[in-house]
């Protein structure tokens, strides 16, 4: 599962619980406690045994042979400006590797606004991409 919103959260939920995935992990750019899903989501997904990778961008999909075998991630550090402004920056550690046959995206996004915080946008996107061999 890529994404640490509310949607997100119930996602990780729903496939390890109503469909029966067996390996479910949440992986999140951000730190724990920056994740816009509520307080209690996350520590439901974490009771369930699903755990949330922190500080982790997606990188590739891997495929051998037509097949969604993984993806890889470069593992970041948050720096923050004199403005507060928030900065991934990578570590300098090897990319990490996750096994996978399916990826659920849950990601938020929001439209950037001119003057007032009346006009700003957000959606939410979930999808899923699944190998085209299974």
């Known amino acids: ?32 406690e920056e994740m816009k899903a509520s307080p209690w989501e ?23 042979g037509g097949r969604l075998v993984g ?21 300098g550690e090897p990319e990490a590797f996750f096994e996978c046959d399916e990826v659920l995206v849950a990601v938020g996004q929001r439209t950037p606004s001119r003057g007032s915080s009346a006009r700003r946008a957000s959606r939410s996107t979930a999808g899923a991409c699944r190998s085209s061999t299974r």
């Open 1 to 32: 599962m890529l994404g640490g919103g509310n949607t997100a959260m119930d996602c990780c939920r729903s496939a390890r619980a109503g469909l029966g995935g067996a390996d479910v992990k949440v992986i999140v750019r951000s730190g724990f």
């Open 42 to 64: 996350k520590e439901d997904a974490m009771h369930e045994g699903i755990p949330i990778i922190n500080y982790h961008v997606p990188k590739a999909f891997i495929h051998e």
């Open 71 to 91: 993806m890889t991630f470069d593992i970041v550090r948050a720096e923050y400006d004199a403005e507060g402004h928030r900065k991934l920056v990578p570590t």
